[in-house]
């Protein structure tokens, strides 16, 4: 007789479970110093208090604001251009080349250069977000579009259709699947950056929060800012896939 299937949420409840108890009995063989290494019952309050304080809630909705500007920036001009180089030969053989050239460089790497070009604030963190976010969804519309089956282009041709036609009508409704992942993809690479561009060019979001409790020797601080940064990677994933779920196959 088959077994049946494993619950997901079950297995998560345990997997997390599990986790805290290994944590708390870290905590509590090694004898760790709160400022070394706070057990979940501490960090739990610390994350009480800042919550009834406001300060965690205002320095997450900093770190999504910055996601969510960066993010849609490489969306508006990340998706049309992987468009015109998977379709037009001259425009792949002039950008593809700086694109993969540029392609490898982390965006960290850009933080010296943001900081001279836009100063402190939101806007070279947005800058950052939006370099990480921007190359993916290039290379990844590039490749949609060459896959398209060229029969479609034939008779789009056949029929007289403008190019902006083309474009709604079957270029977009067959990369979608294909952008849809790596827009998935796009929005966990963007909350890594900004949590690392926060601590260096910026005074809020929860990378400053994870820098200054760090520095405050507040380790119970530090890890309810990776906490936090975790749940709201997994909340932006999950809505992510609730929309990509949604797309016609």
Do not use: C
Not at 126 to 152: E, K
């Amino acid at each position: 007789m088959p077994s049946n299937p494993i619950n997901p949420t079950l297995a998560s409840i345990i997997a997390f479970s599990t986790a805290i108890i290994t944590w708390e009995l870290a905590t509590l063989v090694g004898n760790f110093e709160p400022n070394i290494l706070p057990g979940p019952l501490t960090v739990l309050k610390s994350l009480y208090e800042l919550v009834l304080d406001g300060t965690l809630i205002k320095h997450s909705i900093a770190s999504l604001f910055r996601v969510t500007a960066g993010f849609y920036l490489a969306m508006f001009f990340g998706i049309p251009l992987g468009i015109l180089i998977g379709r037009n030969r001259l425009a792949y053989l002039l950008l593809n080349p700086i694109i993969q050239f540029l392609r490898p460089i982390s965006p960290l790497a850009w933080i010296p250069l943001a900081m001279l070009w836009f100063g402190i604030g939101d806007a070279p963190a947005i800058f950052l977000i939006f370099l990480a976010s921007l190359f993916p969804l290039i290379v990844s519309t590039v490749v949609a579009v060459q896959s398209i089956d060229p029969i479609y282009f034939y008779v789009a041709a056949n029929f007289n259709l403008t190019p902006w036609e083309i474009t709604h009508k079957i270029i977009i409704p067959a990369i979608i699947p294909g952008v849809m992942t790596a827009l998935r993809i796009a929005i966990s690479i963007a909350w890594l950056v900004v949590v690392a561009a926060e601590m260096i060019a910026v005074q809020s979001g929860l990378g400053y929060l994870i820098l200054d409790s760090r520095n405050a020797l507040r380790m119970d601080y530090v890890m309810v800012g990776m906490i936090v940064i975790g749940i709201i990677g997994m909340l932006l994933d999950l809505i992510m896939r609730k929309i990509q779920d949604k797309q016609p196959n």
